[in-house]
């Protein structure tokens, strides 16, 4: 199986929505309630590439299978050098390393961009997301107590940092 990367197109939005939209409902990788609309993320994406931030897609046998895109972690300014990142991969191709080769290209884009730190937040359940971080040399310094509600219990967010420089 070969996975290669590609910048995001407009045209990759709705197999991005359908990973999006099965995870909301699903599972407590994101804390949506409500599943996304093309028009919703192709402004998410939009408003992303404008500020310079960079979306990314992992397609096999021309098939998007996963995303990847950091963008700022905060709006002050002192915190243009940290940003915060997502990974999502298709259901169906789990496992299957297409999350490591999304990863390993956001970490390399972003040394290009000189920045100094990359932040994530986990739902502190999704211990498969910890791990995987971990393997590319995120610590955990942080878990932040009751922070979402979703199917009927308060989740924990655990925050994740790589220094990148």
């Known amino acids: 199986m070969e996975i290669s990367i590609k ?4 045209e990759d ?21 409500n599943p996304r609309t093309l028009k919703q993320q192709i402004a998410i ?7 310079g931030f960079p979306v990314i897609v992992a397609v096999v046998d021309e098939k998007v299978v ?5 963008s700022e972690f905060r709006f002050r ?3 243009r050098f940290t940003v915060e990142h997502s990974v999502y991969v298709a259901n169906d191709f789990h496992g299957k390393g297409i999350g490591k080769v999304i990863m390993t290209h956001l ?3 972003a040394k ?15 211990q498969s997301s910890v791990t995987f971080h971990e393997q590319f040399g995120f610590e955990t310094v942080a878990v932040i107590r009751e922070t979402g509600f979703k199917f009927d219990r ?4 655990q925050i994740m940092q790589l220094m990148l420089e």
Request: charged fraction near 25%.
């Open 7 to 10: 910048p995001y197109r407009k």
């Open 13 to 33: 939005t709705q197999a991005i929505v359908e990973i999006l939209n099965y995870n909301i409902l699903n599972s407590t990788a994101l804390y949506d309630y």
């Open 45 to 51: 994406f939009e408003e992303k590439r404008a500020k």
């Open 66 to 70: 996963g995303f990847g895109y950091y």
């Open 77 to 79: 300014d002192a915190y």
């Open 107 to 109: 970490i390399d884009l």
């Open 112 to 126: 290009k961009q000189k920045l100094h730190t990359m932040i994530a937040v986990i739902d502190s359940e999704n």
């Open 154 to 157: 308060w989740l924990h967010s």
